[in-house]
T-cell receptor
Framework: DAKTTQPTSMDCAEGRAANLPCNHSTISGNEYVYWYRQIHSQGPQYIIHGLKNNETNEMASLIITEDRKSSTLILPHATLRDTAVYYCIVRGEYGNKLVFGAGTILRVKS | EAGVAQSPRYKIIEKRQSVAFWCNPISGHATLYWYQQILGQGPKLLIQFQNNGVVDDSQLPKDRFSAERLKGVDSTLKIQPAKLEDSAVYLC???????????????FGPGTRLTVL
């Protein structure tokens, strides 16, 4: 599975959009981009995933560049409860294995 | 829908002692995973079960760690004997997928925080 690169930490003002970048320059054609987050003292929580097209659900939007070498997770209106570690994971089409990096610590501030 | 249950939530032991963790996955989920998360790092997969069979245990330190899922439902992870470096959070996850090596969303439990003194 391809590796990902994420910033160590980011700050965001409450009510504003949080844009979390992820680089995955070695991604191959059948690999998906997954995002999970982990709030303090909890297990990781699935947010969203995509292959080529942009995706949106009730939690977030995922924007994948045309060359698929990078992506951005967007939390449209961040709240204090969104403070967490966010993991970007590239995952093969065949294989349920999740390989977590260190992730991005997102701090939402009032 | 009930989530993944784990117990205990916290455990403190002395090195060289043994410890066991229990996990009850979401009802109907065929696949169960155990992860180890050391402070400041992302979770690392230790073992994956498909029903009661092992799919991947390549990262499990088999000299001291063991896991079983006898009836294809709940699972236990054991460490014997524990070392200082085993201090970590042990996370259990489950997914619905019925066929090995297919992609599905994993749902995680709250974890068990182990401290080895």
């Amino acid at each position: 599975d391809a590796k990902t690169t994420q910033p160590t930490s980011m700050d965001c003002a409450e009510g504003r959009a949080a844009n979390l970048p992820c680089n995955h320059s070695t991604i191959s054609g059948n690999e998906y981009v997954y995002w999970y987050r982990q709030i303090h003292s909890q297990g990781p929580q699935y947010i969203i995933h995509g292959l080529k097209n942009n995706e949106t659900n009730e939690m977030a939007s995922l924007i994948i560049t045309e060359d698929r070498k990078s992506s951005t997770l967007i939390l449209p209106h961040a709240t204090l409860r969104d403070t967490a570690v966010y993991y970007c994971i590239v995952r093969g089409e065949y294989g349920n294995k999740l390989v977590f990096g260190a992730g991005t610590i997102l701090r939402v501030k009032s | 829908e009930a989530g993944v249950a784990q117990s205990p939530r916290y455990k403190i032991i002395e090195k060289r002692q043994s410890v066991a963790f229990w996990c009850n996955p979401i009802s109907g989920h065929a696949t169960l995973y155990w992860y180890q998360q050391i402070l400041g790092q992302g979770p690392k997969l230790l073992i994956q079960f498909q029903n009661n069979g092992v799919v991947d245990d390549s990262q499990l330190p088999k000299d001291r760690f063991s896991a079983e899922r006898l009836k294809g439902v709940d699972s236990t992870l054991k460490i014997q004997p524990a070392k200082l470096e085993d201090s970590a959070v042990y996370l259990c996850a489950s997914s619905l997928v019925l066929v090995a090596y297919s992609t599905d969303t994993q749902y995680f439990g709250p974890g068990t925080r182990l401290t080895v003194l």
